[in-house]
């Protein structure tokens, strides 16, 4: 019970709660079998801290993990025994009434002794003796029954004396079986070397793969929290905006309600005394005594009355409308913050890319706005100059970029092969190396119904799924980010380059000829300009 503890104690992983496997050790000492770990430190990656399961201690760094090599030897020693000397697990063959170690091996007896009988065994030369080992049926000749001492090259097997000079490997080059092995293990070293340093450079692939993984979490975590703050202080700065005009709203409100409350009580009052003379004068009118109709006072309309009246209403008038002047203000100041916000977030500017038609090969059919790249089988002949390309279907834009986000959008013919993408101005322009063939250019070839991205001859094949041959290029040069997308229903991300542009960089469009059927297939790349590319 004591020695189950004690495993459970020094020998279990507390993961998987199996004896370790190839055992590892955090910095804060505890152990665990490497794929146990590895598969808590990647579940962990997300929350952007580390903790040992043992301890709970953390860390920010992802833990290093070190062989505890002295525990490796403990698991190894404890799964596999080794037998004390003197105790091999193999026994004397000629001890029958109680098993006795043996300390040698017959090969010609196909026999193990033990020290007593190994005394009186015979000391003849054909007797060779070994280690004690339990195969030594598999150490002599099938058909001879005889010791194999020598290794055939050309069959790859193992052979006695009489099958190299009798027998069906006779003639064949052999070898001593030491000298054979020694060739064998020095060739297994050399694969041995071989698949270490292949071991090593796929776990530093992984651990680039980690570090990038890493970085890409770190920086989609740092947008969230700026995007998040900035969604935040936009809410708190509408929500004050909000309160402010509701608040104004009410306080015009309750003054205007007040102004019309009073004039309708005038009003009333107005009404009263108009409904006490109209009746006082229909009780005139019915009366039959001249005299007393004639000696009553007149009841008429008072001075003044007018003037209130007109009073009243240019009041109801003036006072019947909320003053509109601060949700105005509130307008102005909300189209200030929006403003600000497009400054801070750097939305990319659309480029006015047009084509420099002296870049242009003279196979290419630049339009006359020169927004268009044509394949044409009808030489142009413009004059051969230093910046023309003679040997590929390149053309230029006029403009470079040194600085800023920007973005441009082509269309593209979908029977045509092309390339586009963009290139220092320095770029060969009498090679044959295509847009992505060199260290230069950056580009998206279509071609063989087959999407490929390719810089400095490095390809990458996308998925064609769906592709619109519609793309948009965008560029971050002082981030030195260069991103391609398709533009079909969906904006779907393409592929992002990244490198330190040192250089201005160039729109450069690539068409080539093409036949379907004998017959040339209309080929042709069109930029957009800022109007189509919104469409």
Request: proline share 4%; net charge negative; charged share 30%.
């Amino acid at each position: 019970m004591a020695s189950a503890d004690m495993r459970k104690e020094l020998l279990d992983c507390s993961v998987c709660l199996n004896i370790y496997t190839d055992p590892v050790t955090l910095r804060c000492g505890h152990n665990f079998c490497r794929v146990c770990i590895d598969q808590v430190l990647d579940t962990q990656e997300g929350s952007g801290v580390y903790s040992c399961p043992e301890c709970r201690g953390e860390s920010v760094e992802r833990p290093v993990l070190i062989r505890n090599i002295t525990l490796c030897n403990i698991v190894e020693s404890f799964l596999f025994p080794q037998p004390t000397p003197g105790e091999t697990g193999i026994f004397c063959t000629y001890c029958v009434d109680s098993p006795v170690p043996a300390v040698k091996s017959c090969l010609h007896c196909e026999a193990s002794l033990c020290d007593k009988h190994l005394i009186v065994h015979s000391k003849a030369p054909e007797h060779v003796m070994t280690e004690p080992t339990t195969s030594l049926g598999n150490r002599k000749c099938s058909i001879h029954r005889e010791l194999l001492k020598y290794y055939c090259i050309e069959d790859s097997v193992c052979v006695c004396v009489s099958c190299s000079l009798a027998g069906e490997h006779r003639g064949h080059q052999v070898e001593i079986l030491d000298e054979a092995s020694e060739k064998k293990k020095k060739s297994l070293r050399n694969v041995l070397q071989e698949l270490i340093t292949k071991r090593e450079e796929t776990e530093r692939r992984v651990r680039g793969l980690q570090k990038r993984r890493k970085k890409v979490q770190e920086n989609a975590a740092g947008e969230a929290e700026r995007f998040s703050a900035l969604l935040t202080d936009l809410r708190r700065k509408l929500d004050d905006l909000e309160r402010k005009v509701l608040s104004e709203i009410s306080r015009e409100e309750e003054k205007l309600s007040l102004s019309i409350s009073d004039m309708i009580q005038q009003l009333e009052i107005k009404e009263g005394e108009l409904s006490r003379k109209i009746d006082h004068i229909e009780e005139m009118c019915n009366m039959t005594d001249p005299l007393t109709v004639l000696q009553e006072s007149d009841m008429g309309e008072e001075e003044g009355d007018n003037e209130d009246s007109e009073r009243h209403d240019k009041q109801i008038h003036d006072g019947g409308y909320l003053d509109v002047g601060l949700i105005l203000q509130t307008l102005h100041t909300l189209s200030q913050i929006i403003e600000g916000i497009k400054i801070e977030v750097y939305v990319p500017k659309p480029a006015d890319i047009i084509l420099d038609i002296n870049t242009a090969h003279n196979n290419l059919y630049i339009s006359d706005d020169r927004r268009t790249a044509s394949w044409s089988e009808t030489n142009q002949n413009r004059p051969k100059t230093p910046e023309r390309f003679q040997n590929c279907y390149n053309v230029l834009s006029s403009r470079g970029f040194t600085s800023g986000r920007y973005y441009w959008e082509t269309d593209c013919s979908k029977e045509a092969w092309w390339r586009i993408g963009m290139c220092y101005p320095s770029i060969e322009r009498g090679d044959q190396l295509r847009i992505g063939e060199n260290n230069k250019s950056w580009g998206l070839r279509w071609e063989n119904n087959a999407l490929t991205v390719i810089h400095d001859s490095k390809e990458m094949q996308l998925p064609p799924k769906d592709f619109s041959n519609r793309v948009r290029i965008s560029l971050d040069y002082e981030a030195g980010q260069l991103s391609f997308y398709d533009l079909s229903d969906t904006i779907r991300h393409l592929h992002t380059f990244t490198a330190t542009f040192t250089e201005p960089l160039h729109a450069v469009l690539c068409v080539y000829w093409r036949k379907v059927n004998n017959v040339y297939v209309d080929s042709w790349v069109k930029i957009l300009n800022s109007q189509e590319a919104q469409m």
